[in-house]
């Protein structure tokens, strides 16, 4: 099946006036697709957000949505609805109020507007809070409507800002289930921002990896991981080794992709267990190599049973990385 492109953005260039900004960004998010920007802070993701919104203007490129340049228009004409990280909600309205709002200023009909603040309570799973205002709910709950709010407007695409980034870490893994679910039922496209890698592999259908307002890579979770097309996207995400060797060359390598045996091996790098920690099915055991180095390895809880602290091992890697330093 030909997937249809809804947002479109080529060559943007966004800069400050002290020069930092973000640059040559090019990326098709498809209609239906969870399009992650992770990076550290600092990086430029909120940059192409605000962007999008039409919170900021871009200084040269530009932004398409169905086809249509959007980058001269207003936040309020463009058809793309944020949600912020602080849930900016108006405290002085009832959360009927706070949804109702913005399909008032459409000039839905009144009664459409109550079957449409019912449906967008339902989706959020907040039926029955109509009466109350912001202050007397949760963060997450806060966050939920401020959902709603935006999913309301029927954007064309959903723009999320660090969404869950002030909830505790409970409420956030659940609310990450809630978006993933609404994301699917509605097959809503979402641009949507984190810093937090694992946020993004469990969110997203692609990722944009971002470092000093370039884009390092693009990809599935899985070739993100699989692939790191840099050493910064090697280093960024999951667990990465980095080991110089003696000839000066260097190798990369995932903790559970190193192989642990006792004693010396012939042809194999040896080093000393250094620690281990049991951290549940799996146990954490770091080596001591050449030069110092700490290779930090995940193994099975039955081998590390075998291993004692300043033994002499041997590691093996099922699958290395080269980079460029
Ligand atoms: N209004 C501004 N004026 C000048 N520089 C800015 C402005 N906003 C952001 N910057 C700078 O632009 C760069 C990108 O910022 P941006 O907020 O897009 O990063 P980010 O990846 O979203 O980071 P964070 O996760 O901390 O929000 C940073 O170096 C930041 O200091």
């Known amino acids: 099946m030909e997937r249809k ?3 479109q953005i080529t060559g943007m260039e966004k800069k400050y006036k002290n020069g930092d900004g973000v640059e ?8 239906g697709e969870f ?8 990086c430029g993701k909120s940059t192409i ?8 203007d871009i200084d040269k490129g530009d932004i398409l949505i169905d086809g249509e340049s959007v980058k001269d228009l207003p936040p309020e004409k463009r058809p793309t609805a944020m949600v912020f990280q602080s849930y900016n909600l108006w405290p002085h309205m009832t959360v009927y109020e706070n949804l109702a709002f913005g399909l008032e200023i459409k000039k839905v009909p009144k009664n459409e507007i109550k079957s449409e603040v019912e449906r967008g309570l339902k989706l959020v799973n907040m039926t029955g809070y109509e009466k109350k205002y912001p202050g007397q709910l949760s963060g997450g ?18 723009l999320l800002d660090e969404p869950f980034s002030a909830l505790d870490a409970k409420i956030r893994a659940q609310m990450r289930e809630e978006l993933k679910r609404i994301q699917e039922e509605l097959n809503i496209t979402v641009v949507f921002v984190t810093h937090d890698q694992e946020e993004a592999m469990a969110l997203s259908h692609r990722i944009v990896v971002m470092n000093k307002g370039f884009i390092e890579q693009i990809g599935t979770p899985t070739e993100i991981y699989d692939h ?16 110089t060797k003696q000839d000066g060359s260097s190798v990369a390598v995932r903790p559970e992709d190193v192989t642990i045996t006792r004693g010396e091996v012939q042809g194999q790098l040896s080093g000393d267990v250094r620690t281990i920690m049991v951290l549940g099915h799996f146990v954490e055991v770091n080596v001591e190599v050449e030069n110092r180095q700490v290779i930090k390895t995940y193994v099975a809880r039955n081998v590390a049973d075998q291993l004692h602290m300043k033994d002499r091992v041997s590691l093996s890697f099922a699958k290395t990385f080269q980079y460029c330093a």
């Open 5 to 7: 492109v809804k947002l």
């Open 24 to 31: 040559n960004i090019n990326i098709d998010v498809y209609e």
């Open 35 to 42: 399009v992650t920007m992770l990076g550290p802070s600092g």
């Open 49 to 56: 957000l605000r962007t999008l919104g039409g919170f900021l």
């Open 141 to 158: 709950q806060q966050q939920r409507i401020a959902i709603a709010r935006a999913l309301l407007l029927k954007p064309s695409v959903l």
């Open 228 to 243: 790191p097309a840099t050493r910064f996207v090697a280093s960024f995400i999951g667990e990465m080794n980095f080991l």
